[in-house]
């Protein structure tokens, strides 16, 4: 059984950066295509950025692609989303989830994944 667990949430001022991670058990490391997402209160769940599974390709929300990089633990099987300049727009939960994917493409709709992490919150404030 795919399990997800975030971790790395927490308070920040704008401008700085934070590391959120996603640990991966019960599936070996690239099996799965991996994507981040998050969900602000009174917003739809959006996609942030994901990686297609084996070596699969990154894709990014366009307007967060400047300030975000998502990329694989393979000895940790874990899944990292660095932000830098965060802002308050960015404060919300932020969820991993695992999907089959096709091929080494990853997709930012929620449709596409089967398993989710219950969430790491991000609060980005003075």
């Known amino acids: 059984q795919v399990q997800l667990v975030e971790s790395g949430g927490g308070l920040a001022q704008p401008g700085d950066s934070l590391n959120l991670s996603c640990k991966a058990s019960g599936m070996a490391p690239g099996d799965y295509a991996i994507g981040w997402f998050r969900q602000a209160p009174g917003k739809e769940r959006e996609g942030v950025a994901c990686v297609g599974r084996s070596q699969g390709r990154t894709h990014y929300a366009s307007a967060l692609k400047d300030r975000v990089t998502i990329s694989r633990d393979w000895s940790e099987n874990t899944v990292h989303l660095q932000m830098k300049n965060l802002k308050p727009e960015d404060s919300g939960n932020y969820y991993c989830?695992?999907?089959?994917?096709?091929?080494?493409?990853?997709?930012?709709?929620?449709?596409?994944?089967?398993?989710w992490g219950k969430g790491t919150q991000v609060t980005v404030s003075l």
């Open positions: 989830a695992a999907g089959a994917g096709v091929l080494g493409v990853c997709i930012l709709s929620h449709g596409g994944y089967d398993t």
